[in-house]
């Protein structure tokens, strides 16, 4: 059986695709998350907030000016996962945060 004769089952479209478009497929499903500015974002970026955030539950204000580190893309294109000094669990819009 030659490379041309393969095929994976394409669960999403429930058909047969080839193994060389296989990869091109897989890849349509993958999130781009941009900044506020429009750079795109990855797992480990530094990013600034744009202006003042009040954090829910927290009951702190983050300012406009405050470096966020090694951030993490959480699937959705508007949301990144982070961490902060006292805050567990913050979730920031990409909308508010510019990258570094």
């Known amino acids: 059986m030659s490379d041309t004769d ?3 089952y394409d669960e ?10 296989a990869p091109a497929a897989a890849a349509d499903d ?3 998350v941009r900044d506020s500015v429009g750079n795109v974002l990855a797992d480990g970026d530094q990013v600034t907030l744009i202006k003042d955030l009040t954090v829910k539950g927290a009951g702190q204000t983050l300012k ?28 920031l819009r990409a909308e508010f ?4």
């Open 30 to 32: 993958t999130v781009v």
């Open 6 to 8: 393969s095929y994976i």
């Open 97 to 100: 945060v510019r990258k570094r």
């Open 64 to 91: 406009r000016g405050t470096l966020i580190k090694a951030i993490r893309l959480t699937g959705d294109a508007q949301e990144i996962d982070c961490r902060y000094e006292g805050i567990k669990g913050l979730v």
């Open 12 to 21: 999403a479209s429930g058909e047969w695709v080839a193994a060389a478009d």
